[in-house]
């Protein structure tokens, strides 16, 4: 993991409780892609022994988070990024570690170009949540929004 990569988890870490309290492991964060894993913790299991609900969901957001961090942290002096909306599917019973990988749906090109322009550009992030097994057990997107300053 480079000191760029650590940061941002370090930073998700600092500034979002929910974040630190699940124990999120920040495990790559690229523009192009985040992967965050959620520890196997009985205080966070549903009433059949895997990952609650409530702690994918928050998986899934901070891999969303990661991501636009990674790709628009440069962009952090002119425009807060916001979640605007999600949706969450869960497909499999999950059981175990589970782990959340996170790829913008637009070019980041795109985005910062109708900033430029004035615009308060949203764009999806699409997140595939896995256990250990490699099978999907959620899917999740999560819009956001570069909202300008000021």
């Not at 760029?4 to 999120?24: C, F, H, K």
């Not at 609650?52 to 998986?59: E, K, N, P, Q, V």
């Not at 891999?63 to 969450?88: T, Y």
């Amino acid at each position: 993991m480079s000191a760029d990569q650590m940061s941002i988890g370090e930073m998700l870490s600092a500034t979002v409780p929910m974040a630190r309290t699940l124990n999120l492991e920040f495990l790559e964060t690229t523009p192009e892609r985040a992967v965050v894993s959620l520890p196997d913790q009985g205080e966070y299991h549903n009433h059949v022994g895997g990952p609650h609900a409530g702690a994918m969901f928050t998986l899934g957001e901070t891999a969303s988070g990661s991501i636009v961090l990674a790709a628009f942290g440069d962009q952090l002096s002119r425009a807060v990024p916001l979640a605007v909306k999600a949706e969450i599917a869960y497909k499999k019973l999950a059981m175990g570690a589970v782990t959340a990988t996170a790829t913008l749906g637009r070019p980041a090109a795109d985005v910062v170009a109708e900033l430029d322009a004035g615009e308060r550009p949203e764009f999806p992030v699409t997140i595939e949540i896995r256990r250990a097994d490699g099978a999907v057990t959620g899917e999740m997107t999560v819009v956001w929004t570069l909202r300008p300053n000021g």
